[in-house]
């Protein structure tokens, strides 16, 4: 059974930084995708940072330059380091996982980021 593990969030104050780790256990499928999305209050779920097998990244607008999505390969881990975080980036962060040949989302909990002074 595919379990997407994150860690990291909490308190951070405006200008801090933080970082966000997410790690696929229970399957030996191949993984073509990992992302992160985020969802504040009432707002829908958007997309953060995605990084693809070839190693390629994909930022939203709104966190270019202030986030860096990263991969280990051989844990299956991805991270998401966020600078500068103000109030509008608190969120739910979720860890998003996509397989080689498999259409299915797979999804994380979620981890809360709230930027508060």
């Known amino acids: 059974q595919v379990n997407l593990v994150e860690s990291g969030g909490g308190l951070v104050q405006p200008g801090g930084s933080q970082v966000l780790s997410c790690t696929v256990a229970?399957?030996?499928?191949?993984?073509?995708?990992m992302a992160w999305y985020r969802q504040a209050s009432g707002e829908e779920r958007e997309l953060v940072a995605h990084?693809?097998?070839?190693?390629?990244?994909t930022y939203a607008d709104s966190m270019k330059g202030r986030v860096i999505i990263s991969r280990t390969t051989p844990s299956k881990t991805a991270y998401l380091q966020m600078n500068n975080l103000q109030p509008e980036d608190t969120a739910v962060y979720y860890c998003?996982?996509?397989?080689?040949?498999?259409?299915?989302?797979?999804w994380g909990k979620g981890t809360l980021v709230t930027v508060s002074s």
């Open positions: 990084i693809i097998s070839d190693g390629a990244r």
């Open positions: 998003n996982v996509r397989f080689g040949g498999n259409p299915m989302d797979y």
């Open positions: 229970g399957t030996s499928q191949a993984i073509y995708k």
